[in-house]
């Protein structure tokens, strides 16, 4: 049974950084193409970054030039580096399979990134 923990979101200021993390509790976790997603209120969820078994990243345009996503496979580790944040950054940020038609029905609790302007 997959189990997907999300941390390190929290209230920074535009143009400030964070880096999330998400702890993957299961089995076969380096098989898997990894992503992280946001959803804003109101909004639907976005994929926001991809990450292959290999390391190959996919960012949306949203992300492009200011987030980095990477994994560490022995740890069962996927990290989103944000740079440059913004107000429309705001949303909680989720990990789980990517794309999102290959997600697991289970989405863990997810963690909070509020840029302020």
């Known amino acids: 049974q997959v189990q997907l923990v999300e941390s390190g979101g929290g209230l920074v200021q535009a143009g400030g950084s964070l880096r999330l993390s998400c702890a993957f509790s299961?089995?076969?976790?380096?098989?898997?193409?990894m992503g992280w997603y946001r959803q804003a209120p109101g909004k639907q969820r976005e994929l926001v970054a991809s990450i292959t078994i290999s390391g190959r990243t996919t960012y949306a345009d949203s992300g492009k030039g200011r987030f980095t996503i990477s994994r560490d496979n022995a740890k069962k580790m996927v990290y989103l580096q944000m740079d440059s944040l913004k107000p429309e950054d705001t949303a909680v940020y989720y990990c789980?399979?990517?794309?999102?038609?290959?997600?697991?029905?289970?989405w863990g609790q997810g963690t909070q990134v509020t840029v302020s302007s």
């Open positions: 299961g089995t076969s976790f380096d098989t898997y193409v």
């Open positions: 789980n399979r990517a794309p999102e038609n290959r997600a697991w029905s289970y």
